[in-house]
């Protein structure tokens, strides 16, 4: 006897299999096209693009749909020096005095990284992505929340990927520690930072690291068995 409701399912659409294998090489050509950007343009981007891009992200699984995700998101100009204040100094201890490690640092090497991240200023918008330890699925709730950093990571995926659809970029940005985030968005101790999605328009000669292109082959990385 099931002790909760069910609905059919609503909105599943079936493709023949000649189209599901179209749709999936189409989709594998347009997500390879997404590239970590560290060169931004200041160029303004609608809050209704990111807020549709939020949307997708909050559609993404989680732990007994509990939903343990916030997502603050940054656009005013003071608020944006704020956080680059807070995390060049974070990253200065990481580079500059080798807070990270030797074997850390020499990983880092091929992709050009330091403590200097002028984009968190000049991008129109940093999305702080929070996890809640605590919560449910309504507002006020404080039942205790499962599998959270899987939740947030899968959710966290799907705003990157709603956000290369709709033609921005983004640079996954993780100082450590970076509890100054609670502070500047005004969010809970119980709340951890685990991202600061950077996103916006690439600068007209922006540039990647060679280093970056390099991905595994299918054999690398999946197994059928």
């Not at 919560?135 to 705003?159: C, D, W």
């Amino acid at each position: 006897m099931q002790d909760h409701d069910n609905i059919i399912l609503p909105d599943y659409k079936e493709y023949s299999v000649e189209e599901m294998a179209t749709r999936s090489e189409t989709f594998y050509q347009e997500i390879k096209r997404r590239h970590t950007v560290r060169d931004f343009s200041d160029k303004p981007v609608p809050r209704e693009i990111i807020e549709n891009c939020l949307k997708a992200a909050g559609t993404a699984p989680s732990g007994a749909n509990h939903q343990p995700w916030f997502f603050s998101v940054i656009g005013s100009a003071e608020a944006k020096k704020q956080v680059r204040i807070h995390a060049e100094k974070e990253e200065r201890a990481f580079y500059d005095e080798k807070k990270a490690g030797e074997v850390w640092l020499d990983a880092l090497k091929p992709l050009g990284t330091d403590s200097h991240k002028p984009y968190l200023e000049t991008a129109p918008w940093l999305i702080s992505i929070f996890g809640q330890r605590r919560g449910g699925m309504h507002a006020g709730e404080q039942r205790k929340n499962y599998y959270v950093p899987e939740s947030v990571g899968i959710a966290t995926g799907f705003l990157i990927n709603a956000l290369h659809s709709s033609g921005l970029v983004t640079l996954t940005h993780t100082p450590k520690p970076m509890g100054f985030l609670n502070t500047i968005c005004d969010r809970p101790k119980s709340e951890r930072p685990y991202i600061l999605l950077v996103t916006g328009y690439p600068a007209e000669n922006a540039t990647v690291p060679v280093h970056a292109t390099v991905k595994k082959p299918l054999e690398d990385i999946a197994e059928f068995i």
